[in-house]
């Protein structure tokens, strides 16, 4: 069976180069899918835009979510991924920069199952990114597929 993959979506550079390491350096070896703003997150997810025609509901395990996004924020596309049947269970972790109370709260509103402020220390990064894996890769017990 092969692995789940696991979709990025973040627009920082940096972060993806560091999310890249982190989940190298904690063994993870599903396959990452890394997109850079909400509109491609969205369309990576249904099939649509620039990923038409291909399988609209890839095999995931868990969807990190960045707040701060281009065109499309990461509250919307938390929203749009909780109000589609296809998508409604699929994990959604926020790992994000934002302390803010009311982008907790709000994530958390929208649906999120998780929410990461992402530490500057990239050993406290890769700590918590081996954890997510840990927990959403291999001990949680994924949903049954809805709307298909």
Same mark, same amino acid.
């Given at each position: 069976?092969?692995?789940?993959?696991?979709?990025?979506?973040?627009?920082?550079?940096?972060?993806?180069?560091?999310?890249?390491?982190?989940?190298?350096? %904690? /063994?993870? +070896?599903?396959?990452?899918?890394? #997109?850079?703003?909400?509109?491609?997150? @969205?369309?990576?997810?249904? $099939?649509?835009?620039?990923?038409? %025609? /291909?399988? +609209?509901?890839?095999?995931?395990? #868990?969807?990190?979510?960045?707040?701060? @996004?281009?065109?499309?924020? $990461?509250?919307?596309?938390?929203?749009?991924?909780?109000?589609d049947e296809r998508t409604k269970r699929l994990p959604v972790v926020i790992l994000t920069s934002?302390?803010?109370?009311?982008?907790?709260?709000?994530?958390?509103?929208?649906?999120?199952?998780?929410?990461?402020?992402?530490?500057?220390?990239?050993?406290?990064?890769?700590?918590?990114?081996?954890?997510?894996?840990?927990?959403?890769?291999?001990?949680?017990?994924?949903?049954?597929?809805?709307?298909l």
């Open positions: 069976m092969k692995a789940k993959t696991i979709l990025l979506v973040e627009d920082n550079p940096s972060d993806i180069d560091l999310t890249k390491r982190a989940l190298s350096k %904690g /063994r993870i +070896a599903n396959e990452l899918v890394v #997109v850079e703003d909400g509109q491609e997150a @969205l369309d990576y997810l249904f $099939g649509t835009g620039d990923y038409a %025609g /291909r399988d +609209a509901m890839p095999s995931l395990a #868990v969807i990190l979510l960045d707040l701060k @996004l281009p065109r499309i924020d $990461g509250f919307e596309v938390l929203k749009r991924i909780r109000t934002s302390g803010e109370e009311q982008d907790v709260a709000r994530s958390y509103d929208h649906g999120a199952n998780s929410y990461i402020r992402k530490p500057v220390d990239f050993s406290q990064f890769a700590e918590a990114v081996d954890s997510l894996g840990l927990y959403w890769l291999i001990l949680n017990e994924a949903p049954p597929k809805t709307g």
